[in-house]
């Protein structure tokens, strides 16, 4: 049986690389999702994702996930949960529950406590210092303080023939407390249905919750269409008529597997994004919107990888 | 021009005429929604939604709301808000925002503050005797605690050709604090587009956002489907495929208008609703699954309404 992940942005690679190898072994999809979004919750240098997160108006680092079991359409979901390594994990354990599965702020973080979920300070020396230039910035330049919306999304199939979808974000640089996006909604932030396949993910959740496209890009693909038909067909007539009916379209990117390992991406940015499956190893690409509603996507260039890295961990004044 | 107004429940039938007046008279679906929610948020005797709402495990009441403009797809919702007279207005007023357009917990609390909403204790002392009396059969019973999720979900339809939706609720009796049903999520509580028409659900809503059935409603509709085939196609096969996948499919129903005034319910339980357009006085209805996938729509009886005004006025002891 095949098997395979793809999830949003170059931050995701790592976790990807370590997930295949799971699943080559026979390691579940449910596994796999989570795995990867961990490595990224708890790398400190990637500053929309868990530890290392920039937090909010007010300082504080509330962050959102979800989790979506594609064998029984099981979801959980935390939005706005505060001091807690891994949202996800409380996201997933949150799946099994008939009731209460979505759980926001207080009330979230109250039940990773009581569930005994690792807590942590999650605000960072140079995320505090950032936080902290931004403000200085706002008030001298009156800026829209805005900026910042790279959340992890996977899929994965695992060799028994199961999907799973995940998230995480710490949402919005700046944002107001409470504020949440697509990440933890579903339909909009992910969608899965191992009979035919997932799709995730990330950019301005504002309007990524008009379009509900991860859903649409799952029932596109039911309907026969291939992953990347399903993204372009999807993701570009979308933007389109929300140019025209709301004036602008938000930054939008959307990663999709099928339920063969088949993948594909659409995007109104540029977006990294990683893969892989049994017969493609794991790899970085970089996609751009096409001409004509299609997507171009190519291999991630050494030289881009590099000034990635200084990017995020260049010092910060 | 057309208009027109669907909602769900009986209680939602006072608003309902009082929209239909104003929408007569070349009132906004945006103020329809708005209006006929507010009638409920501030009714004592509804005990699922706004003021006399039953509250969580802990006695707080935290209630959901959104609003869906269809001419711009501008969303605003919040979760978990408390001591606030009127979710659907504060969710109404963030659909203006192009971020920070859904807020849960506290900061749906504060900025419904800030912005000067009107703050109350919604808490009324029979709703209070109610959590006090389940609190005790919980003890002595070791009952399931969780009951009622009947929230309000309007869809309207004004004379200029603008659709909206709104859903307000106080979410499931006896919930966990932060617990998010589907009424604030897109696809999933509601839906609308000014183009084709829009749904509203209320159930379950850990399992209806399982399904994103009012996206999916609305999507049929845009295909060429009556509201009612719509409604129908949509529904009960997610019922059969949730009941296959997930053992057991909750409690939902869903209305839907299309941009012409017609209109569609369908539901897995005895469901109540209220609906009425330029040719047909508002009534109320009552609903049950029929055979092969159909829905049965009667008028509701004076026997059955001189019951339920009994029953929600009935002394708590």
Redesign the interface.
């Known amino acids: 049986m095949s098997f395979g992940s793809i999830a949003t942005w170059r931050m995701a690679h790592d976790g990807i690389v370590e997930s295949l190898n799971s699943l080559e072994k026979g390691g579940t999809a449910g596994d796999a999702v989570e795995s990867t979004i961990k490595v990224v919750e708890a790398y400190p240098y990637y500053k929309s994702v868990g530890y290392g997160g920039l937090p909010n108006i007010e300082g504080i680092l509330?962050m959102d996930a979800a989790f979506m079991c594609g064998?029984?359409?099981?979801?959980g979901a935390v939005?706005?949960i505060e001091d807690v390594m891994h949202p996800i994990s409380v996201a997933r354990q949150l799946s099994h529950?008939?009731?209460?599965?979505?759980?926001?702020?207080?009330?979230?973080t109250?039940?990773a406590m009581l569930n005994g979920f690792e807590r942590r300070n999650m605000l960072t020396e140079r995320a505090k210092k950032m936080w902290e230039n931004r403000l200085a910035e706002m008030a001298e330049h009156n800026l829209s303080p805005?900026d910042g919306h790279d959340t992890i999304g996977v899929v994965s199939l695992d060799s028994h023939g199961s999907m799973s979808a995940g998230t995480s974000s710490s949402g919005?640089f700046m944002?107001?407390?409470?504020?949440?996006?697509d990440s933890p909604?579903?339909?909009?932030g992910f969608?899965v249905d191992s009979d035919v396949g997932g799709a995730a993910a990330t950019g301005?959740?504002?309007d990524l919750?008009?379009?509900?496209l991860s859903?649409?890009i799952v029932?596109k693909m039911e309907e026969g269409l291939s992953p990347q038909e399903a993204c372009d067909q999807t993701v570009y007539p979308f933007h389109d008529k929300?140019t025209k009916?709301?004036?602008k379209a938000g930054a939008f990117s959307l990663v999709a597997m099928n339920n063969k390992g088949e993948w594909g991406v659409a995007t109104n940015v540029e977006f990294t994004f990683s893969v892989g499956n049994d017969s493609e190893e794991a790899a970085i690409f970089i996609a751009n919107m096409g001409e004509n509603h299609t997507t171009v996507i190519e291999p991630i260039t050494q030289e881009w990888l590099d000034a990635y890295e200084k990017r995020i961990k260049a010092p910060i004044k």
């Open positions: 509330q064998d029984t359409f099981k979801i939005a706005g529950d008939k009731f209460n599965s979505f759980l926001v702020g207080e009330g979230a109250k039940y805005y919005l944002k107001k407390p409470g504020r949440v996006g909604l579903s339909g909009s969608y301005l959740g504002e919750m008009k379009g509900i859903y649409e029932r929300l009916r709301y004036g």
